[in-house]
């Protein structure tokens, strides 16, 4: 798993803990951020993922 995936694949793991920490307080609006951000670090951790079985299978290929 490349490195740059398992950073963005912890901080999508702390955001989680953090939102459920935020609506468990009461605090709706800093929730929903929280959750904009598990999200966008699950896209970025998708995408080197996949980055790299491209890089892999074009390296396989030639």
Same mark, same amino acid.
């Given at each position: 798993?490349? $490195?740059?995936?398992? @950073? /963005?694949v912890?901080v999508c793991?702390l955001?989680v803990a =953090? =939102?459920? +920490?935020?609506?468990? %307080?009461g605090s &709706?609006?800093?929730?929903? +951020? &929280?959750?904009?951000?598990?999200?966008?670090s699950?896209n970025?951790? &998708? @995408? @080197?993922?996949r $980055? %790299? $079985?491209? =890089?892999? =299978?074009? %390296?396989n /290929?030639s």
């Open positions: 798993m490349p $490195r740059l995936a398992l @950073y /963005a912890a793991v955001a =953090a =939102a459920v +920490i935020s609506f468990v %307080q &709706w609006l800093l929730g929903i +951020i &929280w959750v904009l951000l598990v999200g966008l699950s970025m951790a &998708w @995408y @080197y993922l $980055r %790299q $079985r491209a =890089a892999g =299978a074009a %390296q /290929a």
